[in-house]
């Protein structure tokens, strides 16, 4: 089955710093990933529609500036964090879209944990 | 915009009993599809089943089947002989279909936490 390889797990970093975090599609190709970031106890909240060779769309409230996302291949996109400070400390999800029986389903990467001290 | 609603936060349940989760949203849209994801403690977004709004029939897999009733804006999900591997996060979400394709989203309910007990 279709698989999302996401990377790194965990991360801590300094405040301050940029992290970057993959998304890849293993054995698919994904024109459309999708970034989510999910607070302790809290549902999924999306973030930004990353579509391969054209800019990401943000959802409304999202800095485009603060979470950069790069989809340079059919196979992987990246969310970078920059100049990340504590309250970007959570953990951020990223899935891929698979056609399937005339309905998108969305395979999902198994997430990064970001602690920012 | 679409909107999910999982009125049950938390529920637990005695071990090969079966549980039903709540799940309503509302939409204009009149072709969508619906889904429960199982996010256990690992994170790992895990799909359980889906449906199509335009099938009057409720999907089934296994274990797990929908009570899908279009017209009261209900989607609920029924787990029967409860197995401890089902304790999770349990997520029901929206998705408007794209036409073009790639650009479908997902909107996600709030989760309920489902506990089996030995």
């Known amino acids: 089955g279709a698989v999302v390889s996401q990377h790194p797990s965990r991360v801590i970093c300094k405040s301050g710093t940029s992290v970057k975090i993959e998304c890849r599609s293993l054995d698919f190709q994904a024109t459309t990933m999708f970034w989510y970031r999910q607070f302790p106890k809290q549902s999924l909240m999306l973030m930004a529609t990353s579509n391969e060779g054209s800019k990401a769309t943000y959802e409304q409230g999202v800095e485009k500036d603060k979470f950069l996302i790069n989809h340079a291949s059919l196979t992987l996109s990246t969310l970078t964090v920059t100049s990340a400070h504590p309250e970007d400390s959570s953990f951020y999800i990223c899935s891929a879209s698979l056609r399937a029986s005339g309905a998108n389903v969305l395979t999902f990467g198994a997430g990064s944990r970001l602690t920012v001290l | 915009a679409q909107t999910v609603t999982q009125s049950q936060p938390e529920m637990s349940v005695q071990e090969a009993e079966t549980v039903t989760l709540s799940c309503t949203y509302d939409?204009?849209?009149?072709?969508?599809?619906l889904f429960w994801y199982k996010q256990p403690p690992s994170r790992q977004m895990i799909l359980v089943i889906r449906?199509?709004?335009?099938?009057?029939q409720n999907a089934t897999e296994n274990r797990f089947s929908v009570n899908f009733q279009k017209a009261a804006k209900s989607f609920s999900l029924k787990i029967s002989d409860s197995q401890l591997g089902d304790t999770a996060m349990y997520f029901c979400a929206f998705m408007k279909p794209d036409l073009r394709g790639g650009n479908e989203k997902l909107t996600f309910g709030t989760g309920t936490r489902l506990t089996i007990i030995p």
């Open positions: 939409t204009s849209e009149s072709n969508y599809y």
């Open positions: 449906q199509e709004a335009y099938k009057q």
